[in-house]
């Protein structure tokens, strides 16, 4: 638990920063140019955030939930019930991963896809098969990839290696 909240709190973190880099540069709503000279990284989405505190809930207590998503892929809507285990932040975006119980398998959703959503009153027993730390472990980003990760040999010249060494 104390790694997701030290993950947390790294986020917040990196949000005050980005808040206190406006202030210090004095940037303003009436800047409409500010763009031309300084653009700050943001999100694509701002929707999915309304159902934060829902999942959360249902989360900390093991209930179950009714709710829509959007397969953008199959370009059709399904109503699903499921037992989410995890909410995931991923390059500004939210996703829940959740026990989905007429499939008998976890899979990720991402809150922007959600149109409606409930909690139940009904509660879950906790499965003992989900770890968090282990679920996305061989993953890139928030999908997760069966089968043991591939080994890839990287040669890079110098100075870029200094550059993919800030973030491995």
Known sequence: ???????????????????????????????????????????????????????????????VIHFSYENIYKQETKNYEAVPYLLKENRNQWYMIAWVISREEYLTFALDRISSITNTASRQKRRQ??????????????????????????????PYDKLIMLEP
């Open 1 to 63: 638990d104390f790694l997701f909240f030290d993950d947390f709190i790294e986020k917040c973190e990196q949000a005050i920063e980005k808040i206190d880099a406006r202030f210090r540069l004095q940037l303003n709503a009436e800047e409409s140019d500010a763009g031309n000279h300084i653009q700050f990284e943001s999100g694509n989405s701002h929707t999915g955030y309304e159902w934060l505190p829902t999942v959360h809930e249902a989360i900390k207590s093991n209930k």
């Open 129 to 158: 098969d989900f770890h968090p730390e282990l679920f996305l472990q061989h993953s890139i980003g928030i999908m997760k990839n069966e089968g043991k990760p591939s080994r890839v040999v990287l040669s890079v010249w110098s």
